[in-house]
């Protein structure tokens, strides 16, 4: 007769283990020291065997012979179940071993040796961030499209919006890594194509003389560190892109020829930048070098190995009351005054913007060519800008 639930709660144990027996091979062991096993007994190849089910209660009676029906299947193929139990075991141990974050290391490594280290440790540092805490311990094939959602959703809804599209995008290039590498299935990040949706881009704009005026005003009574005041100094003066400041080093510099020198690595058209440095540029880098003494020009506060990021910069116009405006306005406004002034040649001031130049060779030789007006441009620059300085009022 087959097993009750009532039959098995009142089964007592004995001086000897005691089977009760279902159906179909199923029985339960009832040990002396009142522990209940389920067991299948089957036969291969005309040979008695006995497989493990698991033990009562944490395997219920319906969970045995659910169990016991799977191993049947097994036994008719010619396999015995403990070793397709062994086998599914050490595939789930070697998925376990595949995590998203042990194939997104070996991914940054290989398919991403050919970029800069400065793009490699933007990927490695936002993966540890955002995507690591989440969905790094999971095997490849656990991880399903909701999860990469929740991750670039948290992103969108605190605003960093343009970061969880790349962050999709690195994703995906994850996974397809794993699935050429026969550890992923496919890529549950490609199905989230259009999932977020970019915002509006904010264009830089320029600012005017009034607007230039109140940021210096503001600058002069500016409270904070020392560090930050001079690169709000340097941006509208030296108008490179933000980063190039943030990340500069002092191997770049040759202050006795007043020259910058950006090498192409860190240069978003991977071409190495000359800038000029104007006398009121080369007062507050040789007060800079007073304060900041190892290889970054801006160093962290709290971490001194790495520069200060765009958002001290931003967070210190809003705390100046430049609302609305961002670092990146500062080149715009550059750009827009001196074309304005009608003094110097568009190539000359688009070459000192760092903006692509098709020609190649054409790009070297105006480099060396215009350089002297690069020079006089820039020192113009800074003089009209020094004038807002010590005459904030204006």
Not at 14 to 35: C, F, H, M, Q, W
Not at 127 to 143: D, H, K, Q, S, T
Request: charged share 25%; hydrophobic share 40%.
């Amino acid at each position: 007769m087959p097993l009750t639930d009532i039959k098995i709660r009142q089964a007592k144990p004995g001086v000897a283990a005691i089977k009760l027996t279902d159906s179909g091979g199923l029985y339960l062991e009832v040990r002396p020291n009142g522990s209940k096993l389920w067991r299948y007994r089957y036969r291969i190849a005309g040979k008695e065997n006995v497989f493990a089910l698991g033990a009562y209660p944490q395997v219920t009676l319906a969970d045995a012979r659910a169990e016991r029906d799977v191993a049947r299947e097994h036994v008719k193929a010619g396999r015995h179940p403990s070793h397709v139990r062994q086998t599914e075991k050490a595939q789930q141990l070697a998925e376990n071993r595949n995590t998203f974050k042990a194939v997104a290391e070996e991914w940054i490594d290989e398919r991403l040796s050919t970029r800069t280290d400065t793009y490699r440790r933007q990927v490695r540092r936002v993966f540890e961030a955002e995507v690591y805490p989440r969905i790094g311990r999971l095997p490849m094939r656990e991880i399903t499209a909701a999860h990469v959602l929740d991750i670039l959703t948290r992103m969108s809804k605190r605003g960093a919006t343009a970061y969880a599209l790349h962050v999709r995008q690195w994703i995906s290039a994850v996974f397809r890594f794993g699935v050429v590498t026969l550890r992923a299935d496919a890529d549950p990040a490609g199905a989230l194509k259009g999932a977020i949706q970019r915002r509006p881009i904010n264009h830089s704009k320029p600012m005017m003389e009034g607007d230039l005026a109140k940021f210096y005003r503001a600058l002069a009574g500016y409270k904070g560190h020392r560090v930050t005041v001079i690169a709000l100094q340097l941006l509208p003066m030296l108008f490179i892109r933000t980063v190039e400041l943030r990340c500069a080093r002092w191997s770049e510099f040759d202050l006795d020829a007043a020259l910058w020198e950006i090498p192409a690595e860190r240069m978003k058209m991977r071409r190495k930048h000359l800038v000029p440095l104007p006398s009121q540029a080369l007062e507050l880098l040789q007060e800079l070098r007073r304060i900041t003494a190892g290889e970054l020009l801006f160093p962290g506060l709290r971490h001194p190995d790495k520069p200060i990021s765009v958002t001290t910069l931003n967070r210190a116009l809003e705390y100046l009351g430049m609302e609305g405006w961002h670092c990146h306005d500062f080149r715009a406004t550059a750009s827009t005054h001196l074309y304005e002034s009608g003094r110097w040649r568009g190539e000359v001031i688009e070459l000192q913007l760092a903006h692509a130049e098709k020609n190649s060779t054409r790009a070297a030789y105006n480099h060396a060519q215009y350089f002297e007006e690069r020079r006089s441009m820039m020192q113009a620059w800074a003089d009209s800008l020094f004038t807002l300085m010590v005459q904030p009022s204006l």
